[in-house]
């Protein structure tokens, strides 16, 4: 199997320079001296002009034609089926489309960031426009007769369908607005925090938390960023995070999430390093692990006992009577504009408004003039509350003005596949409260890695959840999760 | 033009990627996870390999050819020059032969960090012997009909001859013997430094020595590292620096020193960025720019006046009476074995000695066996002193193991053209003292900008310094400083 062989050590080179990229980006929002931003974006141009050309290099067609896959164990079909993709992907978008795509959102994100400062949407409208034409435009030449919105998902969650996510979403939105209004209409509401929490235990908090949740510090390291993230495969993964003064859960939390993205990194099986299965499968299963990480586990009462006392231990008594309280505190729930602050129950109804309106968008029923309008109603419907503001509204996040349509339902893919997770996982482990309550999440990070992280891209996404549950994945456990957790914490 | 722009627009994309790759180095000695060694290695041969196909691109010969140099103003033949030249040199090494280097230098440096922490040269004797015949084979390949050695130094210092440098350090060798016996036979000796010196004031005592020496924090940043450099181009010029309890000034002047190479760096017109001409021209005109303002600018009387004000501000009284005698503290001569700790005086003496046997070692009239005893007995004649064993003689420096024959030389040149220069700044800036006793290095270093650092690679290195001082340059002013300073010093 030469093609083979040649196929594979051509990959591994353009995966070594993804890493490689990676941790420009990486660079670019920790250390890099300001002023040598407009050279990075030189920099960043040339590598990514590396990778597309070896992505699109005829010889991997030749390759892949040249092989023949009957011969092939699971293991070198699934590098193949990675391979294929991305050749036949990048293949079918004109090299002139791909410039302008990378030409224009290199720019249009600032234009959006000056729109939002001056909540003006109309000074972002033309360039959405553009970004949504061009972005269409790829997807057309990538679906050929098949649905444009569908071509768009496959870049984050190959095997997802628009039709499929709807369906999903469909049942999820009734009862999650449901919880909300009895919730926000429940006598008991915990306290939110009232107090000043100092950086510097914050980030010590920070750190042993995610040495608790097995974050790797030999092959990664932590450092504070304007927006956490976690960024590299496999023997480098780094994770930030940042810290409020009058928020602390923001440190803790943004920590345990990113390192559940770490986990998963670090914990695929090291023979599948720069290998097309050594990284995460997919946005919605990379998304799974943060969330059980932060959500399931890091915002369980179990958990949360433990949170407490190491809270009092950093912080001293910081206002909250007892442990029982923490928990109320913690998971509190609150109407609000925003969506990377948002609570459990309402965090995916912020995806589902942009799920239906990107949708909508892509498939021409909704034009960019009438999207705050669209955006306002549909917040109004399934949140009570009227947008104030477009920065607290349609302009809030970065995704759309950078092309990436189709990203947004992944983070409710994630949670969706977490609900999964967890149902099986309490199965598999009786009794995790009681070690999560010592801080001990030894067990649950085992369980993950052994039935889902060790295995990267090695099966497809929905498959990989499927093969750690032994059941195709539904969105009831995150229902029924969602349902009882906050019926008891609100007294229901 | 449109061969020389494409031309142009080639180089520019590999300048992008050659900043990149120094970007991960700097990285592997400041930030990079212990844990992630193996894969960065992986991930720096894929960068590398990405290099060396766009600089033997067959499309480079093809514009070279096509281009008519007599159309072409100054700037654009200069850029013309170090393209071909790269290009033709690049050409002529065989791709088996480039790659076996690559290979056999990546593990020869582990093999020779192990026989010197276990003091056995003939641990290591097998692979510098390796390493020695696969870089005479690439000379060979290089040279032609031409001199091993001379090809080796082109790589460095792009027109200096084995023999001119022979001629130059002939000159120097007998007046630094002299001198040097002259200074440890006097009865007046500076005192040494005798206090513990904390590592935060260190630090920030550092940082101000890199704003007074006019280092943009704006397009750079100061790290800690094992061995202090400088890394990048333009507008991300990185240094590091490190910290001794015992001994400051190894953290001051190692600063000092990498922000004089980062000056260079950071003062080459911004319109040859990412062109041939966006890097300082040669190894020997970028150590005169770090040994100008580490030596004849950091370590004056009236700068080292400046400085011990500064040094009682954050670290108290440390034992050094007033300034006088602390301008003797900084300059003590000391016989030492290693080259890095060498004073003024004896520096040049070491790298004398590396470049007579390294000539030696590539002529063949020396062998890899006799190594050690022809070391000591130069050492001997030159520094009174008996090698007592290999790491503080023979096994001290990194180079050989890497294949770094035709360096050594690179760093007298930079004294020699230190010396050069600062007697044409004394000229241009006849009040210099009375700047540099305030700690005003202003002057200083913008008759380094205007004359040399602005230029880049525009001039040959000799034609660089001898455009900055009005002639060609020759040993005599750094002698004559050097005499000069330690004679009134030494009170002889």
Chains 1, 2 share one sequence.
Request: a negative charge; charged letters at 25%.
């Amino acid at each position: 199997m030469l093609a083979f062989d040649d196929l594979l050590e051509h990959d591994r080179q353009t995966q070594a320079l993804a890493q490689i990229s990676g941790r420009l980006g990486w660079d670019q929002e920790t250390m890099m001296p300001r002023g040598a931003a407009a050279q990075r974006g030189e920099e960043m141009a040339a590598i990514e002009g590396v990778l597309h050309a070896r992505r699109v290099d005829p010889r991997v067609g030749d390759w892949l034609a040249a092989i023949d896959e009957r011969a092939l164990d699971d293991v070198a079909r699934a590098k193949l089926r990675h391979i294929r993709r991305s050749f036949t992907r990048a293949s079918k978008v004109p090299a002139d489309l791909a410039a302008e795509i990378a030409r224009v959102t290199s720019v249009s994100q600032g234009i959006w960031a000056q729109a939002r400062a001056a909540e003006d949407f109309d000074g972002f409208a033309a360039t959405l426009d553009h970004v949504l034409r061009l972005k269409r435009e790829e997807a057309a030449a990538v679906a050929g007769a098949g649905d444009l919105y569908d071509a768009m998902l496959d870049d984050y969650e190959p095997g997802a369908t628009g039709a499929s996510l709807a369906a999903m979403f469909a049942a999820l939105r009734p009862r999650l607005v449901a919880l909300r209004e009895r919730v926000l209409g429940a006598t008991h509401q915990p306290e939110p925090l009232d107090h000043d929490f100092g950086e510097v235990p914050q980030l010590a908090l920070s750190r042993e938390m995610a040495q608790a949740f097995g974050y790797d510090f030999n092959r990664g390291r932590i450092d504070k960023a304007v927006h956490p993230f976690s960024s590299g495969s496999g023997a480098d993964v780094r994770i930030t995070t940042r810290t409020s003064a009058r928020d602390p859960f923001n440190c803790i939390y943004s920590t345990i999430h990113e390192v559940g993205h770490a986990a998963y990194e670090q914990g695929i099986d090291p023979a599948h390093a720069l290998t097309p299965l050594g990284q995460g499968v997919s946005m919605g299963v990379h998304e799974s692990q943060s969330r059980i990480y932060e959500n399931q586990i890091g915002r369980s009462r179990a958990f949360t006992r433990h949170l407490f006392d190491r809270m009092t231990h950093h912080f001293g008594d910081f206002g909250v009577a007892d442990a029982e309280a923490f928990f109320g505190t913690v998971n509190r729930v609150n109407s609000g504009y925003i969506r990377t602050e948002a609570d459990e129950v309402h965090y995916n109804l912020h995806i589902l408004l942009r799920f239906d309106l990107e949708r909508a968008l892509v498939d021409g029923s909704l034009g960019v003039a009438d999207l705050p309008d669209a955006w306002n109603a549909r917040f109004a419907a399934d949140f009570g509350v009227a947008v104030d503001k477009p920065s607290n509204g349609v302009l809030q996040d970065v995704h759309w003005s950078v092309g990436l349509f189709g990203y947004f339902p992944t983070y409710s893919l994630g949670n969706v596949y977490a609900g999964c997770l967890h149902e099986s996982l309490r199965r598999a482990v009786p009794d995790l409260d009681d070690r999560l309550a010592q801080g001990d999440t030894g067990a649950a990070t085992a369980w993950l890695h052994d039935n889902l992280q060790v295995f990267g891209g090695l099966r497809e996404p929905r498959a990989t959840i499927a093969h750690a549950t032994g059941t195709q994945p539904t969105v009831e456990p995150l229902l029924k999760y969602l349902e009882t957790k906050f019926t008891e914490l609100y007294r229901l």
